[in-house]
T-cell receptor, first 114, second 111 residues
């Protein structure tokens, strides 16, 4: 069964450093997303991406965050200057098309900012 | 603003008992509802997807119902097994093509 692949599975970074989280969505999917889950809290939406541009973003997704699809397979989330409160599990997801389609999530990247 | 609530937050049952997990949402204008399973420290595994026009979906021992007008969905897991121990999340897709998640129900099935 097709999978969404995320790397790395765990990343530790110092406050103020830049991090890039990587994702390979399912190949024929058109919509890509990032979500995050702070320990003990709900999974929350960050950003959606379609046709090489951001289609929607939450208030969490401020200027410190950016997304990119640098080639035909990868989808990345960059955090420019990490803060302690950015520590969370970050999930990438993709869906095929349309509002009725379901999501496939990756296994997540656990980001720890120290 | 869509709010999704899951009750109970935690549930412990003996092996073999049926599980009933509840999900409620405040805005009934949804496109679909998806149930996920999350093991500790792991990703989200999709279990069932119910479109807004559907009343239920079944997969093996799992059955999910949807009552859009009342803003409720229920996930039934028949004849629970210790391997069913996990956190179960429901999420609704509404305007903007994004998911809004509930807080999850943590399930423990005792052998």
């Amino acid at each position: 069964e097709p999978e969404v692949t995320q790397t790395p599975s765990h990343q530790v970074t110092q406050m103020g450093q830049e991090v890039i989280l990587r994702c390979v969505p399912i190949s024929n999917h058109l919509y890509f997303y990032w979500y995050r889950q702070i320990l003990g809290q709900k999974v929350e939406f960050l950003v959606s991406f379609y046709n090489n541009e951001i289609s929607e973003k939450s208030e969490i997704f401020d200027d410190q965050f950016s997304v990119e699809r640098p080639d035909g397979s990868n989808f990345t989330l960059k955090i420019r200057s990490t803060k302690l409160e950015d520590s969370a599990m970050y999930f990438c997801a993709s869906s095929s098309q349309g509002l009725g389609s379901g999501y496939t999530f990756g296994s997540g990247t656990r980001l720890t900012v120290v | 603003k869509q709010e999704v609530t899951q009750i109970p937050a935690a549930l412990s049952v003996p092996e073999g008992e049926n599980l009933v997990l509840n999900c409620s949402f405040t805005d009934s204008a949804i496109y679909n509802l998806q149930w996920f399973r999350q093991d500790p420290g792991k990703g989200l595994t999709s279990l069932l997807l119910i479109q807004s026009s559907q009343r239920e979906q079944t997969s093996g021992r799992l059955n999910a119902s949807l009552d859009k007008s009342s803003g409720r969905s229920t996930l039934y897991i028949a004849a629970s097994q210790p391997g069913d121990s996990a956190t179960y999340l429901c999420a609704v897709k509404a305007a903007g093509n994004k998911l809004t998640f509930g807080g999850g129900t943590r399930v423990l099935v005792k052998p």
